[in-house]
């Protein structure tokens, strides 16, 4: 399978702290993206880091990508209660095939 | 913010029943997908559509499921005979792949329950 597998599968942690989600995959991308998912809600997306980029930020967020073990995470700086969510990684493989989306983490910040 | 929109947001079916889901993508995309989230599980890819064609499908998309986009603007998915098995979230989504970076844009889903 394709599929990116993400690691934890679910994460509490206090308001203020850093979330750390962590995502790995099976074989070479074109580019991987993070989504957000709030509780039956559609996806959102939220970053997208290129198979030649290494790492990238967008306010509060951080994601990295090590393609040699295929393999990123993403870094929620300062946690909200707001925050709460689930979050998916998604790798694109080639410009026409679909995206492939993991499991997903469920994070839950308490205030 | 242009956005995908979908109906209905909640169907209950009887099983054995035809439903059909609708979404009107962003109108300047090109490429549109269905995928479905069974409740509490991963998100999986069932149909992409181009150029008024199937482009990928996977194996969950077998005989029973269709696709079409019957004017400009609408794309739907029909499920001919539904499954108890087919109940779950169904969302839409539309890309274009300016840059090439296939960034989807998603509906907020149809939550489809089969009795």
């Known amino acids: 399978s394709q599929q990116g597998e993400e690691d934890p599968q679910a994460l509490s942690i206090q308001e203020g702290e850093n979330a750390t989600m962590n995502c790995s995959y099976k074989?070479?991308?074109?580019?991987l993206q993070w989504y957000r998912q709030n509780s039956g809600r559609g996806l959102v997306h939220l970053i997208l880091i290129r198979s030649n980029e290494r790492e990238k930020h967008s306010g509060r967020l951080r994601v990295t990508l090590d393609t040699s073990k295929k393999s990123s995470s993403l870094l929620i700086t300062a946690s909200r209660a707001a925050d709460t969510a689930s979050y998916f990684c998604a790798t694109l493989y080639s410009g026409n095939t679909p995206l492939v989306f993991g499991k997903g983490t469920r994070l839950s910040v308490i205030a | 913010e242009p956005e995908v929109t979908q109906t209905p947001s909640h169907q209950v079916t009887q099983m054995g029943q035809e439903v059909i889901l609708r979404c009107v993508p962003i109108?300047?995309?090109?490429?549109f997908y269905w995928y479905r989230q069974i409740l509490g599980q991963k998100v999986e890819f069932l149909v992409s559509?181009?150029?008024?064609?199937?482009?990928?499908k996977s194996e969950i998309f077998d005989d029973q499921f269709s696709v079409e986009r019957p004017d400009g603007s609408n794309f739907t998915l029909k499920i001919r005979s539904t499954k108890l098995e087919d109940s779950a979230m169904y969302f839409c989504?539309?890309?274009?792949?300016?840059?090439?970076?296939?960034?989807?844009?998603f509906g907020a889903g149809s939550r489809l329950t089969v009795l």
């Open positions: 109108s300047n995309h090109l490429y």
């Open positions: 559509f181009y150029n008024n064609e199937i482009s990928e």
């Open positions: 074989t070479s991308i074109n580019n």
């Open positions: 989504a539309s890309v274009t792949l300016a840059g090439g970076a296939n960034v989807l844009t």
